[in-house]
Nanobody
Framework: QVQLVESGGGTVQTGESLRLSCAAS????????MAWFRQAPGKERDFVAR????????YYGDSVKGRFTISRENAKNTVYLQMNSLKPEDTAVYYC?????????????????WGQGTQVTVSS
C-alpha cells in the first residue's frame, strides 16, 4: 500500500505561483513513478505532470508545459509541483497519484493510489 497526502493548495491571483507537495509513505514509495492530475468542477480528471522514480525524466500536459515543474526528493519521500504564471483555467482540485511501480503514464486509470486532493483557485 502507498499513502499519499497533498498540501500547498490555496487561492492566488493570475500570474502568481504556488508549490504543491505530496508526501508518500508505504512500501518502497520512493521507488515509484509519481504524477499529478487535476479535476475542475464538471470536468474529467486531466493529466498534469509525471516523473520517473529517480527524477530523471519528466512529462507534462500540453496546457502546463513551460509553466509547471514536477520534481521529487526521494530522501523525503516527497514530490513537488511548482506552478508559475497561474491562470484562472488552472483552477481545480490537484491530486497526487502513483501506479505503485516504475511504470507511469498520462492515463488516470493506470494509477492505483491517490491522495485526497488539494484545491487550487486562481482568481482573475
Amino acid at each position: 500500500q502507498v499513502q499519499l497526502v497533498e498540501s500547498g493548495g490555496g487561492t492566488v491571483q493570475t500570474g502568481e505561483s504556488l508549490r504543491l507537495s505530496c508526501a508518500a509513505s508505504g512500501r518502497t514509495s520512493s521507488s515509484y513513478a509519481m504524477a499529478w492530475f487535476r479535476q475542475a468542477p464538471g470536468k474529467e480528471r486531466d493529466f498534469v505532470a509525471r516523473v520517473t522514480w529517480n527524477g530523471g525524466r519528466t512529462y507534462y500536459g500540453d496546457s502546463v508545459k513551460g509553466r509547471f515543474t514536477i520534481s521529487r526528493e526521494n530522501a523525503k519521500n516527497t514530490v513537488y509541483l511548482q506552478m508559475n504564471s497561474l491562470k484562472p483555467e488552472d483552477t481545480a482540485v490537484y491530486y497526487c497519484a502513483s501506479t505503485g511501480g516504475f511504470y507511469s503514464s498520462g492515463y488516470s486509470g493506470d494509477y492505483s493510489y491517490w491522495g485526497q486532493g488539494t484545491q487550487v483557485t486562481v482568481s482573475s
